[in-house]
């Protein structure tokens, strides 16, 4: 049994950190708050070996130095779970993401578990243990932590260090272990975490969008995205995303028309709006043919829903058989863009994904292959 020990000092912090570096895998989480900030708040930084553990308490001033080298010690495995947001965070103080890396949740999506498998769901189907879920939502910047919420937040890596071996083994028994590879990969790609403040309007839901709308939600957007990092706020604190595209589609020219948005938030001062009009301006100065494209995937393709319908049913069948998350095969995008006739850049018919379904798709749509019901079951015949 683990005790509960949490680490707040630098001599311990660098006896523990010594101690890890003779471990060949590591389990790793995080405790963070970032509901009313830009960057989200590390709280809490939980490790565990097979026979060791411990919480280490950023907050207390201590010296991280000898934990950020761990992170990038390519001698041993960093094992997440839902690994992205935790990245995210050591990236944004690191400028580095912690390698090599293993994400049980993406492993489990290829043993039959769907799609973002939750922690203790794993917990419970390899461990057979429930666990509580009563410090889930507690206030991770209060201190001292209580024990519960010690006993919570290094429950996350005491079991998921036991479920790895588990997991691993079923992926290597059905031969995906490079399918897993492959996916985990894309995880340590830094784009993922870097954001482009003149690229952040990509991230904008906009129905029906117009090329003059998207040139001045293009310069708002990142007007808004450097204040809300100077401010360290979330976006949506600052301004809505649907206001954004009603201040692009309204493109004021005063104060007095600004106002009059629905929406607009009271607490911006004269001086911020004035600097959204003179966003606006310069964006309106933009020569047309320098206008953003509207994306081709901005509107869903129109296609037979006979036909698409048709395609989710083959999607269903081959996720039953192969074990694998529909989400993870493909998306209904994707199914759209092969009933269009544009199949050329599709991830379905490359690798494991082409194995899996995409050479069913290609069966199908030559009438080569149908689908029926027996026993209560898809099937597939072959005519």
């Known amino acids: 049994m683990y005790k509960i020990n949490i680490i707040k000092d630098n001599i311990t912090l660098k006896e523990f950190c010594n101690k890890c570096n003779k471990e060949k895998v590591l389990a790793i989480d995080t405790e963070f708050i970032r509901e009313n900030t830009y960057y989200p708040i590390l709280c809490l930084i939980q490790i565990a070996s097979e026979n060791f553990s411990a919480a280490i308490d ?9 934990l950020w080298k761990l992170l990038t ?3 041993i495995l960093k094992v997440f779970h839902a690994a992205r947001q935790d990245i995210e965070i050591f990236f944004n103080i690191t400028g580095k993401i912690p390698d090599p890396i293993y994400d049980t949740q993406i492993a489990a999506m290829f043993c039959g578990f769907g799609d973002q498998v939750s922690y203790d769901r794993l917990v419970n189907k390899f461990l057979g243990i429930m666990l509580s879920k009563e410090s889930q939502y507690s206030n991770w910047l209060q201190r001292p932590l209580t024990y519960n919420q010690l006993k919570y937040a290094l429950s996350d890596v005491n079991y998921l260090i036991k479920v790895f071996p588990l997991i691993k083994k079923r992926i290597r028994d059905t031969d995906r272990e490079d399918w897993v590879e492959k996916e985990i990969q894309y995880l340590k790609n830094k784009n993922l975490y870097s ?7 990509q991230r904008i839901k906009i129905k029906n969008p117009k090329k003059d709308v998207l040139n001045v939600l293009k310069f708002i957007a990142e007007w808004r995205e450097v204040e809300c990092k100077k401010r360290n706020i979330p976006r949506n604190r600052l301004i809505r995303d649907e206001i954004l595209v009603a201040i692009s589609t309204l493109k004021p020219t005063n104060i007095s028309s600004i106002k009059k948005i629905r929406g607009i938030p009271k607490f911006l001062s004269d001086d911020d709006l ?8 310069i964006a309106l100065d933009v020569e047309p043919t320098k206008w953003p494209e509207i ?8 296609v037979d829903k006979g036909s698409l319908e048709m395609l989710k049913l083959l999607l269903s069948y081959c996720s039953q058989e192969s074990g694998l998350a529909e989400k993870l095969i493909t998306d209904a995008d994707e199914l759209r863009f092969i009933l269009n006739g544009q199949k050329e850049k599709l991830k379905v018919f490359k690798g494991w994904r082409n194995e899996v379904f995409g050479k069913y798709v290609n069966l199908l749509l030559n009438g080569k292959i ?7 079951k898809i099937k597939k015949l072959e005519l």
């Open 58 to 66: 950023p907050l207390s001033r201590i010296d991280m130095k000898p």
């Open 73 to 75: 010690n390519k001698k």
């Open 195 to 201: 954001i482009n403040s003149n690229e952040i309007w």
């Open 274 to 281: 004035k600097k959204v009009l003179k966003v606006i301006k």
């Open 295 to 302: 994306p081709k995937n901005s509107k869903k393709l129109n």
């Open 370 to 376: 149908a689908l029926t019901i027996k026993n209560n």
